[in-house]
């Protein structure tokens, strides 16, 4: 896999798939440009917070059932809707405001496997100047809808795109320490290998944990299936049929929980980058990654 690395001018990694650790992409530094998000729900303030943000579960999805009969043990509904309840950590790569922080995103941070990496990067961006780090977030927010309306907890690992980080450590931590049944780490890559395309989802290998082996593998092969249905080509450039195998991502070594870094696609490629940058694009990226992960939560 070395052999694709590609490095651009700043003199960071550029591909995503190849990055030093979860949220590590690190592409051309993220221009201000005059694309806006397409989704910009958040209401937090912008802030450099890495307190985690949380969406409840709605109170109001089990069925009210008639007075004149004993409470029914909430295990009932539970069992009737799995996904109900269920803990999920998304982690949107990257950040907005770490293109103008980097000695604090150059911080030195474990990455598991012995090694230390950088805090976070920079990530990559579209020719025209497309972020990935607004990408992820965009698509984050839209993953995050339609997953809190099937009942799931969705936890995400930075509030805005405003802010700097969280570093990769402290990321997989707000995995490990929610609990989360599955964790999602999304990113978009930044190849320049002619005729790179496709999506992949990278998983820790060997695994270093329960988690991290066939619980992780599932997840993996669950949405990349549900991503298959939903049009997207799996890559021709990293890893097989879809998944990669990964020894150097720090969210990948440091979690303890079922976890995928899905690279939703190739920036640098013309024909990628349009459905990358297009809201419709970016809903169906995210309805592919939800249904694979509520499979998973089965
Ligand atoms: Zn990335």
Redesign the pocket.
């Known amino acids: 896999m070395g052999a694709v690395l590609r490095r651009h001018a700043t003199g960071l990694a550029a591909a995503?798939a190849l990055?030093a650790a979860m949220?590590?992409?690190a592409?051309p530094q993220a221009k201000p440009v005059g694309q806006t998000l397409a989704s910009t729900t958040s209401t937090s303030p912008s802030t450099t917070s890495t307190a985690p943000t949380t969406s409840d579960v709605p109170t109001t999805t089990a069925p009210s059932t008639s007075s004149s009969l004993p409470a029914a043990p909430t295990t009932t509904t539970a069992k009737a809707v799995p996904a109900t309840g269920r803990v999920v950590v998304i982690d949107p790569?990257?950040n907005g405001g770490n293109a103008t922080h980097t000695a604090e995103i150059n911080r030195q941070v474990p990455a598991g496997r012995g090694r230390t990496k950088p805090c976070n990067?920079t990530?990559?961006a579209t020719q025209t100047g497309y972020p990935?780090?607004a990408f992820?977030w965009d698509l984050a927010v839209r993953l995050r809808e339609i997953l809190t309306a099937r009942g799931v907890k969705v936890i995400m690992t930075r509030a805005d795109n405003a802010g700097v980080g969280p570093c990769v450590d402290r990321r997989a931590a707000i995995g490990n320490e929610s609990g989360a049944a599955a964790v999602v780490s999304l990113?978009?890559?930044?190849s320049t290998a002619a005729g790179a395309h496709g999506f992949h989802l990278a998983h820790s290998s060997p695994p270093l944990n329960t988690a991290q082996g066939e619980p992780s593998l599932h997840l993996a092969r669950a949405v990349r299936d549900k991503l298959v249905a939903a049009g997207f080509p799996t890559s021709n450039y990293a890893g097989k049929d879809g998944l990669s195998a990964r020894d150097d991502l720090a969210g990948l070594n440091l979690t303890e929980r079922p976890t995928v870094l899905v690279?939703c696609g190739n920036m640098r490629d013309a024909n990628e980058a349009a459905t990358l940058s297009s809201p419709a694009g970016r809903q169906r990226y995210a309805e592919g990654i939800a249904n694979g992960i509520l499979g998973f939560l089965g």
């Open positions: 995503c990055a949220s590590a992409c592409g790569g990257h990067t990530g990559t990935e780090h992820a990113h978009a890559d930044g690279e």
